[in-house]
């Protein structure tokens, strides 16, 4: 309740949440919200303007441009999703593991995300996929060997300035068992830092697949997939823009979203972010008074 009360205040963070709940939305219920059958060939409608019918118009194969956007949210918004939840929760498991035992247990944990992290994301990736083939599954698959170790070194780093408070230690002392403190006390605390670590993920990784489907690398056809329809459109960027255009803004959106929702959920878990945030505002008015009073002056 506290978040969504700090949250509420930042009206962008709101609205960033609304996109965001409306994108996915659509995404899962495409089929009701497409007016068309996104792989419906119709060479007859070939590259047509947009029309009532077809609000977006027609690509090169006649085939709705809106229907086929609708379902380029599941492969590059909703997989992706799916993705950072699987190595959020691979990279928190390990990482409460490190932080909180340390010893043996840290270093071992640690040398393997170095291997992980010694390798650029997009290079490593590459060569994920090409052990694996092309395909979005196996882009899935490269985002969560590359992202675990890097969630499992953020949280390790997270849980360890809270492993050695006052109440965890006396808890430790009392008895209890290790797996009920890291749930009791450990997750409640570091719950906020991987909010906002996952929410300031996610922009990256649809950049990442949508790039990949550009380049040929990621969702085949005849799938739809946003990076892999501005590479349909690209023979016809100077005289149907338009088709660039809406899958191009639609990836512009919904990063920008979960990127400002990543700002507002990073200050409405801080308290204090709010009071900085707050003086600065404050320091800058003041400075801005102060500039007036020696105009007026001179």
Request: proline share 3%; charged share 15%.
């Amino acid at each position: 309740m506290r978040i969504l009360k700090n949250l509420s205040k930042d009206k962008i963070g709101i609205l960033s949440l609304l996109v965001i709940v409306f994108t996915i939305t659509v995404g899962i219920f495409a089929p009701i919200f497409a007016p068309h059958d996104f792989n419906e060939v119709n060479m007859s409608l070939r590259y047509a303007s947009s029309s009532w019918g077809y609000l977006l118009g027609n690509d090169h194969l006649g085939r709705c441009v809106l229907s086929r956007l609708i379902y380029g949210i599941r492969p590059s918004v909703l997989w992706v999703l799916v993705a950072l939840l699987i190595s959020v929760l691979i990279g928190a498991a390990l990482g409460f593991l490190a932080g909180y035992f340390r010893g043996k247990v840290d270093a071992s944990i640690m040398r393997i995300c170095d291997v992980m992290l010694s390798f650029p994301g997009y290079v490593m990736a590459l060569a994920i996929i090409g052990i694996l083939g092309v395909g979005l599954e196996n882009i899935l698959i490269a985002f969560i060997l590359i992202k675990w170790a890097w969630f499992a070194r953020l949280i390790r780093t997270s849980v360890m300035q809270y492993a050695e408070l006052d109440y965890v230690k006396f808890s430790k002392a009392s008895g209890i068992s290790n797996i009920k403190i890291i749930y009791n006390h450990i997750v409640p605390v570091t719950f906020s830092d991987i909010a906002v670590i996952s929410s300031s993920s996610i922009g990256s990784m649809i950049l990442q697949i949508s790039g990949f489907s550009f380049l040929g690398l990621g969702i085949q056809a005849p799938n739809a997939e946003w990076g892999m329809m501005l590479n349909e459109a690209r023979e016809v960027m100077f005289t149907r823009p338009e088709l660039m255009l809406a899958p191009g803004l639609a990836i512009i959106i919904v990063v920008s979203a979960f990127n400002f929702l990543s700002d507002a959920l990073q200050v409405a878990l801080d308290p204090k972010l709010v009071n900085s945030k707050n003086t600065h505002k404050d320091n800058l008015a003041l400075s801005r008074i102060k500039l007036q009073e020696k105009e007026v002056a001179k």
